[in-house]
């Protein structure tokens, strides 16, 4: 069974630029998140999608993230304009139905460096 | 607010040798806790996960321990090997039913350096 894919793996870009992720979770998962894991810590929900429907996301700075799942499979994740506090790896998951103990699968994440 | 905290926040161990890596949080209701490891570059893998009715579960060189009457668990890892080197997050969830339940609150991690 194939894991949750991501691109880029890496970018680098200036403050003030803008940049999109990409992520294509396991297939049949109804429920996809996307974390953000700076250094050191653990990762913080950004946002969460049950299909093509938001069920959370409280915690998306929205004034410069957006997120969509258009059509309920894969997403993409981007920031306008890019601060250097954004620096960090950004991890996309899904799980079966998002129900309570389901396990997340994690992907690789893509690295971002802010400049 | 919920919090998971974890200790020690980086540990060196020789290959061979045994370690524990420790574990307190404040979720409330509490449903489920989860170690997860992440190698470098990688996302974090499920190792365990147990219910606020279970008091251990293993994986292998992998014991977790839970005490929700303290909020505490700890993960065992016995005889350690080179490729035991990760980090090593704690991970709660809440009680709940519908999709929205399952937020999950994650710990900073323990990364672990086992030396030959």
């Known amino acids: 069974e194939a894991g949750v894919a991501q691109s880029p793996r890496y970018k680098i870009i200036e403050k003030r630029q803008s940049v999109a992720f990409w992520c294509n979770p396991i297939?049949?998962?109804?429920?996809l998140y996307w974390y953000q894991q700076i250094l050191g810590q653990g990762p913080k929900l950004l946002i969460q999608?049950?299909?093509?429907?938001?069920?959370?996301d409280s915690q998306l700075p929205k004034d410069r993230f957006s997120a969509e799942r258009l059509k309920g499979v894969d997403s993409t994740l981007k920031i306008q304009p890019a601060k250097l506090e954004d620096s960090a790896v950004y991890l996309c998951?899904?799980?079966?139905?998002?129900?309570?103990?389901?396990?997340?699968?994690f992907g690789p994440g893509t690295r971002l460096l802010v400049l | 607010k919920n919090q998971v905290e974890q200790s020690p926040q980086s540990l060196i161990i020789l290959e061979g040798k045994n370690c524990t890596l420790q574990?307190?949080?404040?979720?409330?209701?509490?449903?489920?806790l989860r170690w997860y490891k992440q190698d470098t570059g990688r996302g974090p893998v499920s190792l365990t996960i147990m219910t606020f009715s279970e008091n251990t579960k293993s994986n292998g060189r992998y014991t977790a321990t839970l005490d929700a009457d303290t909020k505490q668990s700890s993960l065992h890892i016995t005889a350690s090997q080179l490729s035991d080197s990760a980090s090593y997050i704690c991970?709660?969830?809440?009680?709940?039913?519908?999709?929205?339940?399952?937020?999950?609150?994650f710990g900073g991690g323990t990364r672990v350096l086992v030396k030959p």
């Open positions: 998951a899904s799980s079966l139905w998002g129900r309570v103990g389901e396990t997340q699968y």
């Open positions: 574990c307190n949080y404040t979720v409330s209701p509490f449903s489920n």
């Open positions: 991970v709660v969830g809440p009680w709940g039913i519908k999709a929205a339940g399952n937020k999950l609150t």
């Open positions: 297939s049949g998962h109804a429920t």
């Open positions: 999608f049950q299909n093509n429907g938001v069920v959370d």
